[in-house]
């Protein structure tokens, strides 16, 4: 059995059945794309590993795939509670981001104003998580996988939900910084994102991570995600224990989040440019009706920008540098 073949083979649903290792690892897929690891005994962590929450974001639901075979085989040992999820199936069979409409930015019931295949998804995947998170008192992590439409200047990085009265804790953001993260991005303002779910509503630790540039299945070369891999592979296998300093890793804090107010909005970065480039003090980064954002210091970066999307939706981030 492959979880991405047999889910991608059922879009829609799939019949619950599970299966026990000889090594007393039980598998149970809960429904299509929600497969739930139990070790024998009980460890730390109760980890979601998800991906594919944009459908064509390919190399995310292959280390996904990777990761349940190294299970099923007994390769991968497991000592912590699992959730694997991949988000969107019926959009990853047709290698689009979404079917109607972005799943992630759904979630925290903002589904309940919409009818689409893609709200209906999100209200499934909160409630298996809501039962994973709950069953047990084991500290709580999210690792929501995906890759960016075009390229960046930091090829791999993470945004940090924003976490209201929480603090930034350094030893999470290290154990991203040893799976060959570059920037963490601090968010400051709640967001429909799987990860802010997670995060606010379980008090997880938990992160939307961006690890390259979108490609088709099979194009995506393994080789990049190694060190990622490495990191999910300890983590499961209950060696990670979230010890390490920080080191180089470069972090940002957004400093605007630009929603379109109409149709007259336009994003003054080339179509080319990629992530992260960095502008000077004053530049027209957005304007729209009634609006216009300039940088307000050296080093402000872009991230994100996306045009074709509703009115009242993120099309841009501009972020900073900043210290934790
Ligand atoms: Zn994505």
Redo the contacts with the bound molecule.
Sequence with gaps: MSFLKTTLANPISAEPHSLMLENGVNLELLETGVLRVSPARQGDYRIVISCG??GN?TAPIEMVEKIFSEIKSGKLTVTNELLLIIGNPPAANQAV?FIDENL?RLFSGKHQSSSTKEARRAKLIEDHVAEFYQQGEESRLHYDL???IRGSELEKFAVYPYLHNRDWPKTQIAFLERCGLEAILLSTKPAGTFSYFTSTQFGADSF?I?LGK?RKFGDNDMRNFADAMQGLRELISGQEDFSSELKSIQVFSVVEEVIKRSEALKLHVADDAKNFTAFPKGSLLASDEGYEYRTQQDGERFVFPITNIPIGQRAMLVVAPTIL
């Design positions: 929450i944009h974001e981001r992630n995906h890759t960016a939307t961006e979108v």
